[in-house]
């Protein structure tokens, strides 16, 4: 009689999470842990930096809790990589969204550029107003290197440095006022902030709406590929707000 050998099981592994599944808490666990507020398992940036928040498992109703305590009662937040909160949370907005990465980026220094800082935050606030490429605070500017190109002393065009995840930088901001467009300022900037970028070790990448197919495109062409789709909620916490008197 012949037996049979059931062969050895062995489990099947699986490969870690890429840090940019998860890039806004890879940032504020991270290098912009400084600019973060955290309760358990669920962060965001200070109030005046950047509206975004994220949780370390958008998929564990505790990391959930913990938003809902980090936030407060009836608080608008705005949260990255989820894409359905628990049914105590309403959703005020939802979005989709491409993440790009470097491919094949020819970086190099714009001459013309100047590089932007806290004096120049009401000049980006007004190109931000006039061309809206997302959102900008009074203190984003402190999140990483930001260039900017004038006309007759006027801002015109900016771009620069936002969620930094370990070994990656975020190219952000990146608008150009409605008079000056076609003229290939943006993707002068986007080289420049990419070249520094790379010269301290890190790997551009950037974020566009799903439904910007222009900004889509104009990336890949000056060589970013698309890694993945991500998705964007902005939720109320529950609870009521508290009351203004």
């Known amino acids: 009689m012949s037996t049979s050998v059931r062969p050895p099981q062995y489990p099947i592994p699986v490969a870690p999470p890429h840090v940019l599944d998860n890039p806004v808490w890879a940032a504020l666990t991270g290098p912009h842990v400084r600019f973060a507020e955290r309760l358990g398992r669920a962060a965001r940036y200070q109030a005046d930096v950047t509206p975004f928040t994220a949780l370390a498992d958008p998929a564990d109703p505790r990391a959930w809790d913990d938003l809902a305590a980090l936030v407060g009662p009836g608080a608008v937040t705005a949260v990255n990589g989820a894409t359905v909160p628990p049914e105590q949370w309403q959703i005020v907005e939802s979005g989709r969204g491409v993440q790009l990465v470097d491919s094949s980026l020819r970086a190099e220094p714009a001459p013309e550029a100047v590089r932007l800082g806290p004096d120049d935050v009401p000049e980006m606030l007004d190109l931000v107003a006039r061309s809206r490429p997302g959102p900008f605070l009074s203190r984003t500017v402190e999140l990483g290197a930001y260039l900017g190109i004038r006309r007759d002393g006027r801002l015109v065009a900016m771009a620069g440095e936002r969620l930094r995840p370990p070994g990656w930088t975020e190219i952000s901001a990146v608008c150009t006022d409605p008079d000056h467009r076609g003229q290939g300022l943006a993707t002068r900037l986007v080289r420049a902030v990419a070249a520094g970028i790379r010269q301290r070790g890190d790997i551009p990448f950037l974020h566009a709406a ?19 789709r991500t998705a964007f909620l902005l939720v109320r916490a529950p609870g009521a707000a508290p009351q203004v008197r």
Do not use: D, M, P
């Open 210 to 228: 799903a439904t910007n197919t222009g900004a889509v495109r104009l990336y890949e062409s000056i060589g970013f590929i698309r890694r993945r």
